[in-house]
Protein backbone atom coordinates (compact mmCIF):
# COMPACT_ATOMS: atom_id res chain seq x y z
CA UNK A 1 0.00 0.00 0.00
CA UNK A 2 2.88 2.25 0.38
CA UNK A 3 3.54 2.53 -2.93
CA UNK A 4 0.32 3.69 -4.42
CA UNK A 5 1.44 7.30 -2.77
CA UNK A 6 4.34 9.78 -4.17
CA UNK A 7 4.95 11.39 -0.99
CA UNK A 8 7.00 13.87 -2.98
CA UNK A 9 3.51 15.41 -5.56
CA UNK A 10 1.68 15.55 -2.29
CA UNK A 11 3.77 17.87 -0.79
CA UNK A 12 4.10 19.61 -4.05
CA UNK A 13 0.25 19.83 -4.19
CA UNK A 14 -0.16 21.16 -0.66
CA UNK A 15 2.34 23.88 -1.51
CA UNK A 16 0.69 24.72 -4.48
CA UNK A 17 -2.53 24.56 -2.69
CA UNK A 18 -1.47 26.97 -0.25
CA UNK A 19 0.27 29.32 -2.94
CA UNK A 20 -2.38 29.52 -5.50
CA UNK A 21 -5.20 28.43 -3.53
CA UNK A 22 -7.92 30.57 -1.49
CA UNK A 23 -7.46 31.30 1.96
CA UNK A 24 -9.92 29.29 4.43
CA UNK A 25 -10.52 29.38 7.97
CA UNK A 26 -9.26 25.75 8.07
CA UNK A 27 -6.31 26.02 5.55
CA UNK A 28 -6.44 27.26 1.74
CA UNK A 29 -8.69 25.80 -0.91
CA UNK A 30 -7.84 24.92 -4.72
CA UNK A 31 -9.93 23.27 -7.14
CA UNK A 32 -11.70 21.74 -4.31
CA UNK A 33 -8.86 20.40 -2.20
CA UNK A 34 -8.70 21.81 1.08
CA UNK A 35 -4.79 21.54 2.57
CA UNK A 36 -4.33 22.21 5.97
CA UNK A 37 -1.58 21.09 8.25
CA UNK A 38 -0.84 20.87 12.40
CA UNK A 39 0.24 23.70 14.29
CA UNK A 40 4.02 22.30 13.51
CA UNK A 41 3.65 21.18 10.45
CA UNK A 42 4.77 17.59 10.74
CA UNK A 43 1.70 16.34 9.53
CA UNK A 44 -0.43 18.09 6.18
CA UNK A 45 -3.98 17.18 5.12
CA UNK A 46 -5.73 17.35 1.64
CA UNK A 47 -9.54 16.89 1.88
CA UNK A 48 -12.28 16.93 -0.77
CA UNK A 49 -14.57 15.08 -2.42
CA UNK A 50 -15.04 12.75 0.09
CA UNK A 51 -11.74 11.66 0.99
CA UNK A 52 -9.38 12.90 3.61
CA UNK A 53 -5.58 12.52 3.13
CA UNK A 54 -2.91 13.29 6.15
CA UNK A 55 0.69 13.04 5.51
CA UNK A 56 2.66 12.60 8.56
CA UNK A 57 6.48 13.19 9.11
CA UNK A 58 8.16 9.92 8.39
CA UNK A 59 6.04 9.88 5.30
CA UNK A 60 3.78 7.37 6.45
CA UNK A 61 -0.18 8.35 5.24
CA UNK A 62 -3.54 7.68 5.72
CA UNK A 63 -6.39 7.62 3.72
CA UNK A 64 -10.08 8.10 5.04
CA UNK A 65 -12.79 7.20 2.14
CA UNK A 66 -16.14 5.57 1.87
CA UNK A 67 -15.57 4.42 -1.83
CA UNK A 68 -12.98 3.83 -4.63
CA UNK A 69 -14.89 6.14 -6.80
CA UNK A 70 -14.56 8.96 -4.28
CA UNK A 71 -11.02 8.16 -4.06
CA UNK A 72 -10.40 8.18 -7.66
CA UNK A 73 -11.72 10.84 -8.20
CA UNK A 74 -9.77 12.93 -5.52
CA UNK A 75 -6.78 11.58 -6.80
CA UNK A 76 -7.29 12.81 -10.46
CA UNK A 77 -8.13 16.53 -8.69
CA UNK A 78 -4.58 16.25 -6.97
CA UNK A 79 -3.09 14.93 -10.18
CA UNK A 80 -4.48 18.04 -12.18
CA UNK A 81 -3.26 20.61 -9.34
CA UNK A 82 0.28 18.92 -9.58
CA UNK A 83 0.40 19.01 -13.51
CA UNK A 84 -1.51 22.62 -14.15
CA UNK A 85 -0.62 24.73 -11.46
CA UNK A 86 3.20 25.87 -11.74
CA UNK A 87 4.64 29.33 -11.19
CA UNK A 88 5.09 30.23 -14.62
CA UNK A 89 1.45 29.83 -15.69
CA UNK A 90 0.79 32.24 -12.75
CA UNK A 91 2.60 35.01 -14.07
CA UNK A 92 5.26 34.49 -11.14
CA UNK A 93 9.37 33.89 -11.30
Do not use: C, W
Amino acid sequence: MQNELNNKVVLEVFDKIRRFGEPHEEGHMLEGIMASSDFDGYSVVLSGSGVTLQLNFHQSYEFDYSSEKLKSQFMDKIDYIHRHYNDRERGEE
